[in-house]
């Protein structure tokens, strides 16, 4: 432990270690996010050439498409019911950690502090997110969702 003033630093060890927990969660989260827009994007891309084929009278290129928008919604089904979110992150890309901490002297106190203000603001933020997540349900909605939840609310349903 290293002291500056009154307050008093974990070890390097310490802070590297929690700096790396939270950049790999950071990273398991946004993959995730990631992973979910991409999907989007491919089924929006399949339902485009599938309305273009059905103008073109292309059933055989419908049937296609069709079987390749089933593939991918059993696959994106099996990835949610496998409950990504409890499993234990580890992080890929290592280059950020690296940068933070390759030049650090282990007595250096001042540096520490950084690091350690850093692996504060991380928690800290990742916290923030899930109780504004948490507490506010319609934030990271999409519009389609959000008009859904409301008509439900009223006691209507929204036609497929």
């Given at each position: 432990?290293?002291r500056i003033g009154?307050?008093v630093?974990?070890a390097f060890?310490t802070?590297?270690?929690?700096?790396?927990?939270?950049?790999s969660?950071i990273?398991?989260k946004s993959?995730?996010?990631h992973?979910?827009?991409?999907?989007?994007k491919q089924?929006?891309?399949?339902?485009?050439?599938?309305?273009?084929?059905?103008?073109?009278?292309?059933?055989?290129k419908?049937?296609?498409?069709?079987?390749?928008i089933?593939q991918?919604?059993?696959t994106?089904q099996?990835?949610d019911?496998a409950n990504?979110?409890e499993?234990k992150?580890?992080?890929k890309d290592?280059?950020?950690?690296?940068?933070l901490?390759h030049?650090?002297?282990?007595?250096d106190?001042?540096?520490?502090?950084h690091?350690s203000n850093?692996?504060?603001f991380?928690s800290?933020?990742?916290v923030?997110n899930?109780?504004?997540e948490r507490?506010?349900?319609g934030?990271?909605?999409?519009?389609?969702?959000k008009?859904?939840?409301t008509a439900?609310?009223v006691?209507?349903?929204?036609?497929e």
């Open positions: 432990m290293t009154s307050k630093f974990p060890k802070l590297h270690h929690a700096l790396k927990q939270e950049l969660i990273e398991h993959s995730i996010v992973f979910q827009k991409t999907f989007e089924i929006t891309l399949l339902n485009y050439n599938r309305i273009n084929a059905l103008k073109e009278s292309n059933q055989s419908v049937q296609d498409i069709d079987e390749k089933t991918l919604q059993k994106k099996d990835i019911n990504v979110e499993v992150p580890e992080l290592e280059s950020l950690l690296h940068e901490t030049d650090i002297n282990h007595d106190k001042y540096k520490l502090n690091l850093i692996s504060n991380l800290s933020q990742r923030y899930e109780l504004l507490y506010n349900p934030l990271t909605m999409n519009q389609e969702d008009v859904k939840r439900n609310h006691g209507l349903q929204v036609p």
